[in-house]
């Protein structure tokens, strides 16, 4: 098993790399103090000094390499590299040794148009010695592996195309990929009542525990008294921390670093030589695909806070409205007496129809920006917490009642406009055990089913504020009141009937906060364990990402073996702060929410290119709080290949009209010159990365969705062009190629 | 006393200002094809040697005055008139001359010795804020002639501008007029403002044709390229005109001669670039102290906020207001509900809407927007041409014919049920409001009354939409096909019918009815085409020009100005509504573009050029000249988005707004005005104020009429100042217009006082 191979492989590590790892750490903490001069994750261009030290590096290591190692290096320039490096076909048992074969393979998509392709000779080593070269190769090649294993065995997407890259270095058979997916739950059948509860499996009787922040499953309460849980893959932090400091020392490298930057800026290259080539042939193939545009395909907002889903002007309506109706209403209760909504306004000192969307105070402004506490007073209307209580809460005195028409009235616009879907993120924030009940309760009971929306759940990172006023006494409370539950739902649906119910509509997990908030612990071995954590301070970002991921993947292995839906972790990460969140979302991450500072480390974002990870980006978002529109990385990050798609976040303080994800397509297309290609590219993104079913996914992009490349692609559902899935597939097997002749060259 | 147009002579031109006119223009030729290092239009910035040169100039001139007893003089009394001025140069309501004393006195000013009176109170309640005085900043850098000599350069442009647009009814704003009345005449101030036709009443018939005023019987003839009007048969022999103040050609190249030498003088340009430096300056300031203080009055404001202050898409064309989802979902309703239709005919053979597609090889069903190719994108930038032919749905003229045009077998019913769709969504929509350009083309003189046909047979009449009328100056095209015979027979074919229907109303009831509806005139086309013809008094007349070139942007305006002009007195005293000129104006092209409209134009669309001329972007900003600006339109033709100078613009004062001009090809959203806001918003970080700053200042643009906009900006909306903001209508913070309106007589009063300058020294001597 390659796994094993690997985890015995992760116990060499020894302790001159745990200790660079941790210097690292040291300087990336003191990097966000000040500006470094020369940052560990960089590559300084305008840095003369460090330039010239490259360049003497790379001169004395050719010396080197040419008087102990001649022949080896003069075998290897003379070989070539085929540009057209696809895979061969699943059941060749021919390895990709022999040139041969690579020349006679040439692609032959029946489906796409000839185009002209870019071909760049003599690009692959470029920068870096032979050696570094063969170093570098090793270092992404095991980078990947330690996704793919965190991803399968969390039943989280992992694409197929790098999978057969890897299992041909490792000259091992490709396991079928189908396994490892998640599993999502199917869109209601014509008729079928979203909300029933007939079908809930039987009730297992298992019993629960958490041990070390993780939770355990017993077959029973005896067993549990031995400490014998049923056989599922636990997880291990040793390995977990092994990996990660391998990941942290590989980021810091120069020769990686190096090699990755030129790797990205041929990347960009490439795609500026290719749309100049070929931008008039793709722009025929979507002239002649017959019903299919921009505004009729599919796009999905993968990234919306649902407490910030409408926008300001729908929410004022409301209020208004539900003054003129409900004026005399009993809708808040204070510790004295219960108001009406009358006397809700009257103790504001305030009317309705005086209400205004600047005395609302919900958009986001200049004040706003780098700001992001003033950013989060924005979720409270007019700067009153009573009115966010009463209109974008779940658990108040008239249960969530107007926070669930308002979404309702959200999902009937995305229904009018038939080709528009989103992902609302809706909050538990492990502050109680029966948090999770009261949501369940006020979902299914205001019957908030939306066939354009499916759910996330978000997590807060702010234990330290429950910590500070002792609602919990350590951080495994808190990782106990947000899992313990849905394990019980999972094991013994009959009965959490609510719950059971509304877990099925829950696509994934977030965690969410200000990034920019530093935490001084480094996550590591000897980190105290969840349940020992009952200091003030808040974890690291780490931690949380890794706990939540650990209990995760328990979950989904539960839930795969039940045949329930399973759920994809997909914080927010990289929109401020350490780079280190972002090697973490490498690691366990399905997909992630922002990723600016990928622009930050080449390497991190060539991995990220590598491996497809999905990128939910917001730059109205970004605009308003760290990073300003024309300075956001959209275009760059689209342009070389990464999988990235467009999100609204919080169109209660960012947007102005009632089409809040189309107004983000205008206004990228607008400042970005984006063509209709690039739209329904990223829009097709979309849908590849949310959490809808495997059933509409066929529907709105092909029923070979799930292949990769021009193969994948229905033109006729997408509106992408051939030619540009071509493009991408090629330059991406051609990267992922390199990796592999690196290390052959070893041999 | 009969409004005439007051007669200059050529000979009254100095012969220097004539040939540095002629040398601009030939220069300006020259620059459009290379870059030139001196430009005569700017302040060299990025020249190194330049700005040495300039410096050591300067240095020069300080050394010379001060050595010059009578300049030291002139110096002093500048200054002691200047103190006693401050910062608060506002007219009081019963202006009578030049002020000898400030009028008001700001809490944080300090007093100065001897001042003779108590100050008065300020005409309203002066909000209280952070004002920031800059002191010493009328001469540094420049010297006491410069100064002196840049300032009455200025106030005479100023001058030549307001007679222009007093002669035509078109607005001027009071403030400016009232610093320059020192100089000249006084006028009353009401006089020469336009007149618009207020909406009907809600149980009035929009369509009514029985309320035409008699016929007056006077006759008509065009001589020069301008229509001049005769009471009877017997005048017209005897060649006496009506009284009307006919324009005269001589005196407008004399006026243009001035401006063009004006905008390449030295020390002009030096000040002018100063002075823009010092507004932009200012309000960075004024932001930085009193942002949140604006930001408080907005919040205390009740019931008003972006969302319900009007604003109006001051630059929209009809044939392209609908956005391109719109125009295929009704191009496919049409296929799907009358297919067998008969929608064309060709050589005597009717042709059905089927047949129609079947002809271009097509099903509706498999349309879509990339293959209607109607949006702009990266390949119709800086590509005119291309842009143009985006206006043929799916490359197809046929499409073109059937949905977007006015004439045509259906008698234009498709057209018109797409732009009354449009206009249910603005009406739903409550606060937007639109004025979109339909074409005249001067081709032949049925156009006019076809149109107004169209117009009320289909009854595309709408509250929330005003039409204006573009000219295409596309002469050459329709004189290649022998369309026409000459220059001056297009104009005729444009503006004959209308002195016609305003003569003889009777006779065209129709063609009445639709000017009520109709507010002004737009002059269209693209403005980077070049014309090798130097518009002068010995260009040939309209009559006399038969040649197949176009004539040039100048001339094109001229005649233009003149004919409305005409039309607009004879309008008024018949007591009907007047037109605005808002043409097409610096979007590309030459810079004497701006020249022109900055004596022809009441407003201008685009403006882009602006940047490049200190002197007339000054003089815009001292007229408040309204510009209605398209940064998307922009974005895919000339000028990237973030180079846009709209920021700018606003910040400094000078008076923008936002408009669409094509729907079809930039826009996504159902709500094309509010993408344009939205945009514009987040690009550049506008605040609220700054938004309904600029949806206050469409609605002062637009043709909306006067009970229009008292009810949407209040009731003194035509006074500069706070006193005409009614906050509770336009949610611009009063602190925000206080410091616009003294900024802007701040402005005005280095004119003034450099002119009381010289009386003051005369009197000491």
């Not at chain 2, 103190?83 to 608060?88: E, I, P």
């Not at chain 2, 097409?584 to 701006?594: F, N, Q, R």
Request: hydrophobic share 35%; glycine share 4%.
């Amino acid at each position: 098993m390659p796994l094993f191979k690997l985890t015995g492989q992760g116990k060499q590590i020894d302790d001159a790399m745990r200790s660079f790892a941790e210097k690292v750490f040291a300087s990336e903490v003191k990097d966000e103090g000040g500006r470094h001069e020369i940052s560990p994750f960089d590559v300084d261009e305008i840095c003369p000094i460090s330039l010239r030290e490259m360049q003497a590096h790379i001169f004395h290591m050719e010396n080197l390499s040419m008087s102990m190692d001649g022949r080896r290096k003069r075998r290897f320039q003379g070989r070539k590299t085929v540009n057209l490096s696809i895979p061969q076909s699943e059941t060749s048992s021919t390895k990709l040794s022999h040139i041969e074969e690579f020349i006679s393979s040439s692609p032959t998509y029946e489906s796409v148009p000839d185009f002209q392709r870019v071909q760049i000779t003599g690009d692959y080593a470029s920068g870096v010695t032979v050696e570094d070269f063969e170093v570098v190769c090793k270092g992404l090649y095991r980078a990947l592996c330690i996704r793919e294993k965190y991803m399968q065995k969390s039943f989280q997407r992992f694409p197929k195309t790098p999978s057969k890259y890897l299992r041909n270095i490792d000259g091992e058979a490709l396991v079928a990929i189908e396994s490892f997916y998640p599993v999502f739950t199917p869109p209601p059948k014509k008729g079928e009542d979203p909300f029933r509860r007939e079908d809930l499996p039987a009730n297992l009787g298992y019993h629960l525990k958490m041990k070390g922040g993780v939770i355990y499953i017993y077959p029973d309460e005896a067993a549990a008294s031995r400490d014998e849980p049923k056989p599922y893959p636990y997880p291990n932090l040793d390995d977990f921390l092994d990996d990660m400091n391998f990941l942290l020392a590989l980021i810091a490298q120069g020769p990686v670093k190096t090699y990755t930057h030129r790797r990205l800026k041929f990347l960009s290259s490439k795609f500026q030589v290719h749309q100049m080539l070929n931008e008039m042939d793709e722009l025929k193939e979507l002239k002649n695909n017959p019903h299919r545009d921009f505004y009729n395909c599919r796009k999905v907002d993968t990234h919306i806070h649902a407490a910030a889903c409408m926008n300001q002007k729908h929410l004022l309506r409301f209020i208004k409205k539900s003054y003129h109706i409900d004026a005399d209403r009993v809708v808040y209760s204070t510790k004295e007496k219960n108001l009406t909504l009358k006397e809700l306004f009257a103790q504001l000192n305030m009317h309705p129809y005086d209400l205004t969307v600047d005395s609302l105070d919900v958009h986001a402004g200049r004040q706003t920006f780098q700001r992001f506490d003033k950013f989060n007073d924005k979720y409270n209307p007019v700067g009153a917490s009573e009115l966010r209580d009463l209109y974008l809460k779940t658990d108040n005195y008239i249960n969530g009642e107007y926070f669930a028409t308002i979404i309702k009235e959200v999902g009937a616009d995305l229904v009018d406009a038939k080709y528009q879907h989103a992902e609302p993120r809706l909050s538990i924030y492990g502050r109680s055990p029966d948090e999770w009940s009261k949501l369940s309760s006020w979902f299914v009971g205001n019957r908030i089913y939306c066939p354009n929306m499916t759910w996330m759940i978000q997590v807060p990172r702010i234990y330290d504020v429950f910590r500070s006023k002792n609602f919990l006494p350590h951080f495994g409370k808190m990782l106990e009141n947000i899992f313990l539950p849905v394990f019980e739902a999972t094991i013994n649906p009959q009965t959490h009937p609510d719950l059971s119910v509304f877990l099925k509509h829950i696509t994934g997990f977030d965690s969410v906060d200000d990034e920019s908030k530093h935490s001084g612990h480094m996550f590591s071995s000897k980190s105290p364990k969840p349940e020992e954590w009952t200091m003030e301070n808040n974890p690291s970002y780490t931690y949380y990402a890794y706990y939540m991921y650990a209990n995760i993947m328990v979950l989904n292995c539960l839930r795969k073996e039940r045949g329930m839906n399973t759920f994809l972790f997909r914080p927010h990460c990289g929109e401020a702060g350490a780079l280190t969140h972002l090697m973490t979302a490498f690691m366990i991450a399905d997909n992630i929410s922002h990723g600016l500072n990928l622009k930050k480390s080449p390497v991190l974002q060539y991995l990220f290119f590598l491996a497809q990870i999905p990128i939910a980006m917001s730059p109205l978002s970004n605009n308003s709080l760290f990073l300003e529109y024309a300075k956001n990385p959209f275009l760059d990050f689209l342009q070389k290949g990464l999988m990235i798609s467009l999100s609204t976040d919080d169109p209660m303080q960012f947007h102005f009209t009632k089409e809040p994800l189309m107004e983000e397509y205008a206004i990228a297309a607008q400042v970005f010159k984006l063509s209709t290609c690039d739209m329904c590219e990223v829009a097709r993104n979309s849908v590849l990365q949310c959490g809808i079913s495997h059933e509409e996914k066929a529907k709105f992009l092909g029923n070979n969705y799930l292949e990769e490349g021009p193969v994948g692609n229905d033109i006729r559902r997408t509106n992408v062009a051939q030619i540009r899935m071509a493009y991408r597939y090629e330059t991406w097997c051609y990267e992922l190629n390199l990796i592999a002749e690196g290390l052959k060259s070893t041999e | 006393m009969p409004r005439q147009f007051p007669k200059l002579n050529m000979s009254d031109l100095d012969e220097h200002v004539r040939l540095l006119a002629e040398k601009v223009f030939a220069k300006v030729l020259r620059e459009e094809d290379s870059k030139d290092v001196m430009s005569l239009f700017t302040v060299p910035k990025d020249c190194p040697i330049g700005q040495k040169e300039a410096k050591e100039r300067e240095l020069q001139k300080e050394l010379a005055e001060q050595k010059s007893v009578e300049t030291a003089k002139r110096k002093k009394s500048f200054k002691m008139i200047r103190s006693q001025s401050m910062s608060l140069q506002m007219p009081t309501q019963d202006w009578k001359g030049p002020p000898s004393v400030s009028p008001a006195m700001s809490p944080t000013t300090p007093l100065v010795l001897g001042a003779a009176s108590k100050p008065g109170l300020a005409p309203y309640d002066m909000p209280e804020y952070q004002r920031a005085t800059i002191s010493g900043d009328y001469c540094a850098g420049i010297t006491m002639e410069d100064y002196e000599q840049a300032a009455k350069s200025l106030a005479k442009a100023l001058m030549i501008r307001e007679k222009y647009a007093r002669l035509a009814y078109h607005r001027f704003p009071r403030t400016t007029a009232q610093y320059l009345a020192h100089q000249g005449e006084s006028v009353p101030l009401e006089e020469g403002l336009p007149d618009f036709h207020p909406p009907p009443l809600p149980q009035e018939d929009p369509y009514c044709l029985d309320d035409a005023p008699p016929n007056l019987g006077y006759l008509v003839r065009m001589q020069g390229g301008v229509l001049f009007v005769y009471d009877n048969q017997t005048m017209l022999e005897r060649q006496e005109p009506h009284s009307l103040p006919y324009p005269d050609l001589e005196t407008y190249i004399v006026d243009m001669s001035h401006i063009l030498a004006l905008i390449t003088d030295g020390p002009t340009k030096t000040y002018c670039h100063r002075r823009l430096n010092f507004l932009e300056s200012k309000f960075s300031l004024h932001e930085m102290l009193n942002e949140m203080s604006e930001f408080k009055e907005l919040k205390s404001n009740p019931h008003r906020d972006f969302y319900n202050v009007r604003k109006v898409d001051t630059h929209i064309h009809a044939a392209a207001c609908m956005n391109q989802k719109h125009l295929l979902r009704f191009i496919k309703y049409t296929y799907q509900t009358e297919p067998d239709r008969t929608v064309a005919e060709k050589l005597g053979r009717k042709i059905t809407l089927r047949q129609v597609f079947d002809s271009l090889h097509m099903d509706p069903y498999d349309l879509t927007v990339d293959s209607l190719d109607v949006h702009a994108g990266r390949q119709t930038f800086h590509g005119f041409d291309k842009f143009n032919s985006k206006y043929n749905p799916v490359g197809a003229s046929e499409l073109r014919d059937l949905y977007l045009k006015t004439e045509n077998y259906l008698g234009g019913e498709y057209f018109a049920r797409m732009v009354k769709e449009v206009a249910r969504e603005l009406e739903d929509s409550k606060y937007q409001y639109s004025e979109p350009r339909l074409s005249i083309y001067g081709r032949s003189p049925k156009e006019w009354s076809s149109l107004a046909r169209w117009f009320i047979q289909h009854k595309v009449y709408s509250p929330n939409m005003r039409w204006i009328i573009q000219v295409p100056r596309i002469y050459d095209i329709f004189r290649s096909k022998k369309l026409l015979p000459s220059f001056g027979k297009m104009l005729e074919n444009i503006f004959l019918p209308l002195f016609q229907a305003t003569i003889n109303p009777q006779d065209h009831r129709e063609l009445h009815l639709f000017l009520k509806y109709v507010t002004g005139f737009d002059s269209v086309d693209d403005e980077s085409k070049h014309s090798d013809h130097m518009f002068s008094d010995k260009s040939p007349s309209p009559d006399l020009w038969t040649s197949e070139q176009n004539p040039p942007y100048s001339y094109y305006l001229y005649y233009m100005y003149a004919n409305i002009m005409v039309l607009n007195n004879l309008r008024r005293e018949r007591g009907l509504s007047t037109f605005l000129f808002r043409p097409h104006c610096g979007e590309a092209g030459s810079i004497t573009h701006l020249v022109s409209a900055f004596l022809t134009a009441d407003n201008i669309s685009h403006g882009l050029l602006l940047k490049k001329s200190p002197v007339l972007q000054y003089l815009y900003y001292l007229a408040q000249i309204p510009i209605a600006m398209s940064p998307l339109s922009n974005n895919s033709l000339f000028l990237e988005y973030s180079k846009n100078p709209l920021r700018e613009f606003l910040h400094k004062g000078l008076h923008v707004s936002l408009s669409t001009d094509d729907p079809m090809q930039f826009h996504y959203t159902k709500e094309a005005l509010m993408e344009e806001y939205a945009i514009a918003a987040q690009v550049w970080k506008l605040s609220t104020c700054d938004l309904c700053e600029i949806a206050r200042n469409s609605v002062l643009q637009s043709g909306l009429s006067h009970q229009e906009k008292q009810k949407f900006l209040g009731q003194n909306y035509y006074k500069e100042g706070p006193e005409g903001n009614d906050i509770r209508k336009t949610n611009v913070a009063q602190i925000r217009m206080a410091f616009r309106y003294e900024t802007l007589c701040n402005e005005l009063s280095f004119l003034s006082d450099a002119m009381k300058s010289e009386e003051i020294t005369a009197l000491a001597d």
